[in-house]
């Protein structure tokens, strides 16, 4: 079993889940009380968020390849980035480690495309939403395009995440208010819905949505495990 090195803490509610699906995973896989390998370094958040805030994205490159580094160091043999938003600095880290970076974009874009899809919704903060680093890879990786809500839309998923999510509030009236702005991108055409941040499948399930619903934590989740257990024999 290949050992997975996870940067964590971005949110550490998302973090949680990660761990949780990874571990489930490869019990269902390996029976027995199997459990995953993974080294995780969880980081106290709030100064990488501010640092996006003001723009210092090379101060949260330098944070997150530093850590990346030492997880290499210490046995981890794959690492993933436990964070739609970080990703923004990804090949920064993925040039300074000599083993494979699990980019959350391209798992979801294959997701996407092996579910035959071309026009899909994507949620997330505003970086995610607004930003080239998620919407042009899986459009010239895998020929999907995105689209985003509106500029109110945008700043309500964005605080939402900041204000509740990161703070492990869940509301039932967050939850409606988000459904409603999927049910608007239904109606421009999305065939289904990217959550592109780690922390909106707490508060949105499948079941809530009446488009295809592509989690990006469990997406990056499975994609661990498989590169974990690629050489081991399924019982």
């Not at 436990?82 to 874009?109: F, M, W, Y």
Request: negative net charge; charged residues 20%.
């Amino acid at each position: 079993m290949k050992i997975i090195g996870l940067i964590g803490g971005m949110s550490w509610e998302s973090s949680a889940l990660y761990y949780r699906h990874i571990n489930k995973m490869v019990h269902q896989q390996l029976g027995g009380i199997h459990s995953a390998q993974i080294q995780m370094h969880s980081v106290d958040y709030d100064p990488i968020v501010e640092m996006g805030r003001v723009g210092n994205w090379q101060g949260v490159a330098d944070i997150t390849t530093d850590i990346a580094v030492k997880l290499e160091a210490s046995g981890a043999e794959c690492i993933l980035i436990c964070c739609n938003t970080v990703h923004r600095i990804a090949d920064e880290v993925e040039q300074k480690i000599s083993i494979p970076l699990i980019h959350i974009a391209d798992v979801t874009g294959e997701a996407i495309q092996k579910a035959g899809l071309t026009k899909i919704a994507l949620l997330g903060t505003k970086f995610t939403m607004e930003g080239d680093f998620f919407k042009s890879r899986i459009l010239q990786k895998f020929g999907i395009d995105t689209i985003v809500p509106n500029d109110a839309d945008r700043d309500y998923l964005h605080d939402a995440i900041r204000n509740e999510f990161c703070n492990g509030i869940f509301s039932d009236s967050t939850k409606q208010h988000i459904i409603t702005i999927i049910n608007k991108m239904v109606s421009e055409g999305a065939q289904g819905v990217i959550l592109g941040c780690t922390e909106l499948p707490i508060l949105i399930s499948p079941e809530d949505c009446s488009i295809p619903v592509f989690d990006t934590t469990l997406i990056h989740s499975q994609a661990a495990v498989k590169f974990s257990l690629e050489e081991l024999a399924v019982v």
